[in-house]
């Protein structure tokens, strides 16, 4: 299975991104998609995750009252809503799927959970 994160870009202080993580191949066994975002010298940090049936869902707290994450059912992607964004938001954030099974906080919000990561989209923030 192949990623492709998309909607990134350059916004201002308090503008809003939506950044879609669409999938080519088989999700079969896609049992959790995740956001993180990394800037550079940093580790790869959690944003959100999701399990395959949208009953589950977690936001890190960082950015939890103004980031949601949600399956788009119609279009088989996993969408981060991002709002009231701030200069701090910004980096490159990758989408991930966990290919096996479990959901655990911790287990989720580990990058080294997940088995398949797409490339990246820059989200810049400017003040």
């Known amino acids: 299975v192949q990623l492709q994160a998309s909607g990134g870009g350059l916004v201002q202080a308090g503008g809003s991104l939506r950044l879609s993580c669409s999938t080519s191949?088989?999700?079969?066994?896609?049992?959790?998609r995740g956001w993180f975002r990394q800037t550079p010298g940093k580790e790869r940090e959690f944003v959100a995750a999701?399990?395959?049936?949208?009953?589950?869902?977690h936001v890190s707290a960082s950015v939890k009252d103004r980031f949601t994450i949600s399956k788009d059912l119609a279009k088989g992607t996993v969408d981060l809503q991002m709002n009231s964004l701030k200069p701090e938001d910004t980096a490159t954030y990758f989408c991930?799927?966990?290919?096996?099974?479990?959901?655990?906080?911790?287990?989720?919000?580990?990058?080294?959970?997940?088995?398949?990561w797409g490339q990246g989209t820059q989200v810049t923030v400017s003040s």
């Open positions: 991930a799927i966990k290919g096996t099974p479990g959901w655990s906080l911790a287990l989720v919000t580990r990058s080294s959970a997940y088995n398949y």
């Open positions: 191949g088989s999700t079969y066994g896609a049992y959790v």
């Open positions: 999701v399990s395959w049936n949208g009953i589950s869902s």
